[in-house]
DNA sequence: GAGCATCTTTGCGGAAACGCAATAAACCAG
DNA sequence: CTGGTTTATTGCGTTTCCGCAAAGATGCTC
């Protein structure tokens, strides 16, 4: 399957919506394409940051490791969403490793080409303040999490989180349109496999999720939204 | 003592470095100062972010809250350091509480002023996708300290963190020059003040550190480094 | 400088969650 | 369908850290 690179698609993107007919010419001119396989690595944490992706279809996984090797799940990013900001401030090296989770096609402009449309095109540079303050919020909101909260609880959150982000309606409730493991779950709970793995089978006892091998599915998400609230 | 707001301290700012001298008059024309004594909150979480602040004397502190009055400190800002970020991508509300912790004199803008400095000015959205990017990666490494390391180590990384960034050189050692509790302590590291109060008095006992009421002095950097990282 | 408010220390008991280990289930390849 | 690999479950002992409580220190105000 061959994807052209539309104005349609680059007006939906985090990153170039409304920005003016015009600059979608050069903003095309300036790109490349790059596949990825399921379980292929776009770029390591460390690696300099020569590129900017967006994701075009499929899914990616952003990722910080420890010295020691130790990973944390920091994000999913899904069509429109942007990988590799760091570009955009030039210079320095990715924070983090982004991971292609499903096969996955990105397109990508190199530092230059982004530095020079977000100089002409203010809108450009408007729209990566704007996502980049959300997801800088986002990661406050985790970190009052994390500190804050019990385990269930923030497992619950994620879930949550993951469902509205990546959910898709199914007979059975919202499901999670991602291979998820107990693993990932727990990285991005703080928490261990263990852990996550027995509160899942707690909440399949209640009904609240059904689950299966790298799959959770959300029956009565407003039961969960209470564990997670109150 | 009286404040004038000219042109090298905007420079020094990490929101107006490098912006061409000519929009400098139009910066400062657009302008407002507010003085905030110890205590005071600059403004809430939830409010409408109506105007943007820049640091020009004193220090706050960014946190966020739970419904039920559980408070995280996200960060502390200092001279040049920006407050209210939200103003920039327009509409929103406020993520956190910014309150001063001394008397601080802060350089407002409204978010419209805002917007058409930095459409106008494209190094000012530069510069804003720059520190949202730098504070962002700060946001991810705590993640990952928070949800992997124990609290011991996650003490020394804060303490390491606040020494480097408001650390003042002295006879003992380096002096956190912020009045800090162990509470605020306890709602960076997430964990509580009971433990922060075990862990000091322990590196107290072994003359790494040496503190006293809302203080803490830093004698033993590299130990302290030693029991962060490894 | 006496009294008060705030902050800090420390002991102790207990809950939460980790981490090991062993088993079980699901999936894949040939 | 068979063997091997990955993923998930669950029991159990252990550790870490929380949270209460009470006492002690420090600094500020009048």
Known sequence: MDFHLNSEFLQGTELFRDVPAAALH??????SQRRVAAGQVVFRQGDPAGALYVVATGRLRATQTTADGQQVIIRYLGPGEVAGYTTLSGGGTHPGTVTAVEDAL?????????????????SIAMNAVAFLGARYHEMQVRIRELSTEKVERRI??????????????????????????????AEMSGTTLHTVSRTLSAWEEQKIVSCGRRRVVVAKANVLASIAEV
Chains 1, 2 share one sequence.
């Open 26 to 31: 050069e903003i095309q001119a300036a790109s």
């Open 106 to 122: 990105l397109i990508s402009w190199t530092g230059a080409a982004m530095k020079k449309l977000m100089a002409e095109h203010s």
């Open 156 to 185: 619950a959150h994620t879930v949550l989180r993951l469902a509205e982000q990546a959910g898709r309606r199914t007979a059975r409730g919202i499901e999670i349109a991602i291979p998820l493991s107990r693993q990932d779950l």
